[in-house]
């Protein structure tokens, strides 16, 4: 891996130096050129601090480590960058979350708070459908809204993969208090798993 990032970072410099380069070179410089190259740069960086971040575990680093440089927990490195090997078939696990799994969870949660329980309901896997039903999810709505008052907003999505699911957590916002919908995705677009958790407050 130590050649990868290398190579990569090589690639990087000469892109690099190409694109300081182009308007002394360049006659007629198109004007957009810096900002397209820019983008394939961006591009090139992400793949060189995956491969900075296998280099460093090839070398000894833990998770706690490359969190650190990376400003984040180690569980968060790790959901990036490891490479979990599944116990049930010994080989490499998928960690790409659904693709469309920040999408899914937004129109889950607008059907929620506005009572659409069938909508949410006919997303549900066979397993879910035999525990929780429209009725089910009206009242678990109710609890909320009892404990925290009216549905306010809800935050920006975030999704990771675990194994055969891919799980999303949102920020929701009632007048009195805040939870968090935790809804687990398979990859054909049902729903394995939905929980509204409260949210702890944040101390001082």
């Known amino acids: 891996m130590a050649e990868s990032f290398l190579t990569l970072a ?3 410099h000469r892109d690099l130096g190409a694109i300081v380069a182009a308007p ?3 006659e007629n410089p198109d004007p ?4 397209r190259a820019s983008v394939e740069l961006q591009s090139q960086v992400t793949a060189l601090v995956a491969a900075a971040a296998e280099q460093a575990r090839g070398a000894g680093a833990t998770w706690q480590e490359i969190g650190q ?3 984040v927990t180690r569980q968060a490195a790790f ?10 078939t010994g080989e490499t696990m998928n960690t790409v979350p659904l693709p469309e799994a920040a999408t899914l969870a937004e ?6 708070s506005t009572g659409r329980w069938d909508e949410v309901a006919e997303r549900f896997d066979s397993q879910m459908r035999e525990r929780l039903g429209s009725e089910g999810l009206a009242a678990a709505w109710a609890q909320v809204i009892g404990l925290a008052g009216a549905y306010e907003r809800r935050g920006e999505v975030e999704a990771a993969r675990a194994a055969d699911v891919t799980i999303t957590n949102t920020p929701l916002a009632f007048e009195a208090g805040d939870f968090t919908a935790r809804i ?3 990859d ?3 729903i394995a798993g939905l929980y509204l958790l409260a949210t702890e407050p944040k101390t001082s």
């Not at 957009?32 to 900002?35: D, F, G, K, Q």
């Not at 959901?79 to 049930?88: L, N």
């Open 188 to 190: 054909d677009q049902t």
């Open 10 to 12: 090589n690639q990087l």
């Open 107 to 112: 129109a889950v949660i607008d059907e929620l």
């Open 32 to 35: 957009a050129a810096a900002v």
């Open 69 to 71: 440089a990376l400003g």
């Open 24 to 26: 002394v070179l360049t």
């Open 79 to 88: 959901q990036r960058f490891g490479k979990p090997i599944d116990p049930r």
């Open 184 to 186: 687990s995705f398979r």
